[in-house]
């Protein structure tokens, strides 16, 4: 009876601490006399009823001290050894957990229960495989065992085997169709195997069960942003703020979907309180600078992408985003900056060459800037605009025959845009190959008709070559 002497019934200290765990003087009345009672009359009865109320109140080491006594006057029970099994596994302690659930087996290999609790026991220490085949061994008794197949469908989430994980909640809901915890497991599953309608369909029956589950509202809303029905997202986000004002999460992604909308004052209204809730979030502040980004007020975009680097150097967007600001506001030495410093983290992003293209054109570094267009191009072959862009930068390095190559790149691309053809017509002009530029004009003209103007090309050549010279390309 080695732990006897450990337990200290009535020791000054255990009452004071039991008062700090906030047993209620009723629970706390029984469990003393019980305990008075143990340590005269080893009842099994009386220690288990004292075991559950530790068990229960969270007091793991308390209740253990007491499984130990009952498992030295009663070493074949096999409840004491699940019990013993259970403490240890609320004590983080998984191998020793392990250890009694097979003795419990031993004992009593038909009960179900403790091969789904063992299971519990191996997912928590992540050993899945097994903790699946504890699952299958309890269903295969009892196939019906809504335990076993929940549980399952749980370690194959983490297993990240979403089709198997919903084929289990599914399991259960056949048995139960009013298992909100499956609706709402099923709900994730089908998340993250992009079925969508069906995922939202999933939350909405377990909603109807657990109409105040916050983080299911949450979720809906994550989904419905994906499918694009932003509107239907912010109910969805308002409705888990209404139930818990103080996720953060929720307020930064209704502030996306309102950004999606283009509703950017809510959005930023809403950044706003996320930022409250979650000071110096990097997100929070990025999209605070997108939002007045796209308000065109550069400089409050600047001071939020700058303090989003602060706290995330490590965050290609807001450079970039910053970056674009300083386009905008044409200090182009500083957003070519910001850009570099993005390709530094990112390099595989054809919009930030694109912009830097762009910045190097402004400031007449030609050669970098076809370097940068050349990179779009790589990366995005299909950016009819970035070949044309890229077909101006050669004309002005005089590499005509390149320029020839990236416009017509450009019309393979989108044939019926117009750009890429007064490009031409200018370029042909320039080889002295008047005919093709005529050509190319009128193919311009076919496609931009409000620009079309009579004209005699042996009387009025220097009107179209000037009209070629000064217009201003016009992108999709």
């Not at 006897?4 to 706390?28: H, I, P, Q």
């Not at 983290?345 to 970098?368: N, P, T």
């Not at 605009?385 to 990236?406: I, K, T």
């Not at 989108?414 to 093709?436: C, I, Q, T, V």
Request: charge should be negative; include cysteine.
């Amino acid at each position: 009876m080695k732990d006897y002497d450990g337990l200290d019934f009535f020791g000054e200290e255990e009452s004071d601490d039991k008062e700090r765990k906030g047993y209620n003087d009723e629970e706390l009345a029984k469990i003393l006399k019980l305990e008075e009672e143990a340590q005269t009359n080893f009842d099994a009865e009386n220690l288990e009823e004292i075991i559950n109320f530790y068990f229960e109140s969270g007091d793991f080491e308390k209740a253990l001290s007491y499984v130990n006594v009952l498992l030295d006057i009663y070493p074949y029970s096999t409840d004491a050894w699940h019990k013993k099994a259970l403490i240890l596994d609320s004590l983080g302690k998984f191998d020793e957990a392990l250890e009694y659930f097979d003795k419990a087996i031993l004992l009593d290999p038909t009960d179900t229960e403790i091969f789904i609790n063992k299971g519990i026991t191996l997912d928590n220490s992540e050993k899945f495989e097994q903790a699946i085949e504890c699952f299958q061994g309890a269903a295969e008794k009892e196939p019906e065992n809504i335990d076993a197949l929940f549980n399952m469908g749980l370690t194959y989430e983490k297993m990240e085997k979403f089709v198997e994980a919903a084929q289990s909640f599914e399991s259960v809901l056949k048995i139960d169709k009013e298992h909100k915890d499956a609706y709402y497991e099923l709900g994730y599953c089908f998340d993250f195997l992009d079925l969508l309608k069906e995922s939202v369909h999933a939350y909405d029956n377990h909603l109807k069960y657990s109409p105040f589950n916050y983080t299911a509202w949450y979720n809906r809303g994550i989904v419905l942003n994906r499918m694009a029905r932003y509107y239907a997202a912010i109910e969805s986000y308002e409705m888990c703020i209404a139930i818990r004002t103080n996720f953060a999460s929720a307020w930064y992604n209704c502030g996306n979907a309102y950004a999606s909308v283009g509703r950017l004052y809510k959005a930023i209204e809403f950044y706003e309180t996320s930022l409250e809730l979650r000071k110096n979030d990097p997100y929070s502040l990025h999209n605070l600078g997108n939002a007045y980004e796209e308000l065109g007020q550069y400089t409050k975009a600047i001071e939020f992408f700058s303090e989003a680097i602060k706290i995330d150097p490590q965050n290609y967007e807001s450079y970039y985003g910053r970056g674009n600001c300083y386009f905008n506001l044409k200090s182009f030495e500083f957003a070519l900056e910001d850009l570099n410093s993005a390709l530094i983290l990112c390099k595989d992003y054809s919009e930030i060459w694109y912009l830097k293209a762009d910045s190097e054109q402004v400031l007449e570094r030609g050669e970098d800037a076809i370097r940068s267009y050349e990179m779009v191009v790589k990366l995005d072959p299909l950016n009819n605009e970035a070949w044309h862009d890229l077909g101006c930068s050669l004309v002005e390095a005089g590499r005509l025959d390149n320029a020839l190559d990236a416009f017509r790149r450009s019309l393979e691309i989108n044939p019926e845009w117009g750009e890429p053809y007064f490009e031409l017509a200018k370029l042909y002009f320039l080889k002295e190959e008047a005919n093709l530029g005529l050509l190319m004009l009128d193919e311009a003209f076919r496609r931009n008709p409000h620009e079309r103007f009579d004209f005699d090309f042996n009387n009025d050549w220097k009107i179209v070559l000037n009209f070629l010279a000064k217009r201003q390309p016009v992108y999709s």
